[in-house]
């Protein structure tokens, strides 16, 4: 199985950026799609993003869509998540996961493995 941590999150100011990372160890990143997750106090966890196994593929929420980039480095072993224009309803507990699949799927229950997650908060 696959280890994940994630890394990044912080305090920001509305319309600043942040790039999350998320390192994989245990098994190779190239074997999974991985997607970005996020959820805030008193909501349920709901889909950012997600990258094929090649990373050909992404999908986004289209809450996020043209403000985040998702990319891959399988040689890293390293997925992130490049967070700009950001906006205070942005502020949740952002978590990447792994799916066996081999698409970018925004779907929670194919993601096999998660991180513990970190921590963005946005302020107005």
């Known amino acids: 199985q696959v280890q994940l941590v994630e890394s990044g999150g912080g305090l920001v100011q509305a319309g600043g950026s942040l790039r999350l990372s998320c390192a994989a160890s245990?098994?190779?990143?190239?074997?999974?799609?991985m997607g970005w997750f996020r959820q805030a106090p008193g909501k349920e966890r709901e889909t950012v993003a997600a990258i094929s196994r090649s990373g050909s593929s992404t999908m986004y929420a289209d809450s996020v869509k043209g403000r985040f980039t998702i990319s891959r480095d399988n040689a890293k072993n390293t997925v992130y998540l490049q967070m700009n224009s950001l906006k205070p309803e942005d502020t949740a507990v952002y978590y990447c996961?792994?799916?066996?699949?081999?698409?970018?799927?925004?779907?929670?229950?194919?993601?096999?493995?998660w991180g513990q997650g970190t921590q963005v908060t946005v302020s107005s």
């Open positions: 245990g098994r190779t990143l190239s074997r999974y799609a």
């Open positions: 996961a792994a799916s066996s699949r081999v698409g970018a799927s925004g779907v929670i229950r194919e993601y096999d493995y």
